[in-house]
């Protein structure tokens, strides 16, 4: 593996009762940039997510990350390599703070998840750890509320602090601004953006503005296969391309 590729598949192939949904999948992502997966509905995309994280179990190919080869591992191990999925840790606590789901985050990093023995007074270390994350997404005089109580577009801002709190190398975005109005895609979209600067994104996302506007290189699925790839302005002129995915996608987010 090429050092400045920090994930790498080959041939990754996923069959389910002899449909497959993904086919032969060679994916290389560059350390540090901002790399973009899309597709139609049913292009692999998810699958593509569950099988980097090991939710599935590839039917044939295999999955480096940082030149180790992960594709057997449990889930558990990849993430403790730093391959962290957004929303996977979270649907947020409801009854619990905007300050204490960040902190719930902290102490599975510290290795403190299980020691309920301790009183809450020794967890009050974690605070301005806590406090800086939320300054960093925006969500610093928030922190006293109920996370229930955040706005939707809130409440996906902190599920990402919850999941930088856990130092990912690598994060999976999985539609992070799917049913969002405007305003907090833009939001979103900085703080994806924000964050870039220290580790390395590969996101799901189906709004094509956000995909133009951050995306380093673009990766497009159809049927389980990839139809192409590349920086934006390439791949909105593939011909194969607007006519499987982008034609329609872009009218909808002009």
Request: glycine share 8%; net charge negative; no cysteine.
């Amino acid at each position: 593996m090429q050092p400045d590729i920090i994930l790498e598949t080959k041939g990754l192939t996923k069959e389910f009762r002899g449909f497959v949904a993904v086919r032969s999948v060679d994916l290389k992502v560059r350390r540090g940039s901002i790399h973009a997966l899309i597709g139609p509905n049913g292009a692999g995309k998810t699958t593509v997510f569950n099988l980097l994280t090991k939710f599935h179990i590839p039917s044939a190919g295999s999955i480096a990350f940082n030149g180790i080869d992960i594709t057997h591992e449990k889930p558990a191990q990849t993430a403790r390599r730093g391959i962290v999925r957004s929303f996977q840790i979270s649907a947020v606590f409801p009854q619990l703070s905007v300050l204490e789901n960040v902190k719930i985050a902290l102490q599975r990093k510290a290795g403190l998840d299980y020691r309920f023995w301790q009183p809450v007074a020794a967890l009050h270390t974690l605070d301005p750890q806590a406090m800086a994350l939320l300054d960093q997404v925006g969500l610093s005089n928030a922190s006293h509320l109920l996370a229930g109580d955040l706005p939707y577009g809130r409440k996906r801002t902190l599920e990402i602090a919850t999941t930088l709190a856990l130092d990912p190398e690598l994060l999976l975005l999985d539609e992070p601004t799917q049913g969002m109005g405007h305003e907090d895609v833009d939001r979103i979209k900085d703080l994806i953006k924000q964050v870039s600067a220290q580790r390395t994104i590969l996101m799901v996302e189906h709004n094509m503005k956000v995909v133009a506007d951050i995306s380093d290189t673009i990766t497009v699925l159809q049927r389980g296969e990839i139809l192409a790839e590349g920086p934006y302005a390439q791949v909105s002129i593939d011909p194969a391309v607007r006519e499987a995915y982008m034609g329609t996608e872009e009218e909808e987010h002009v």
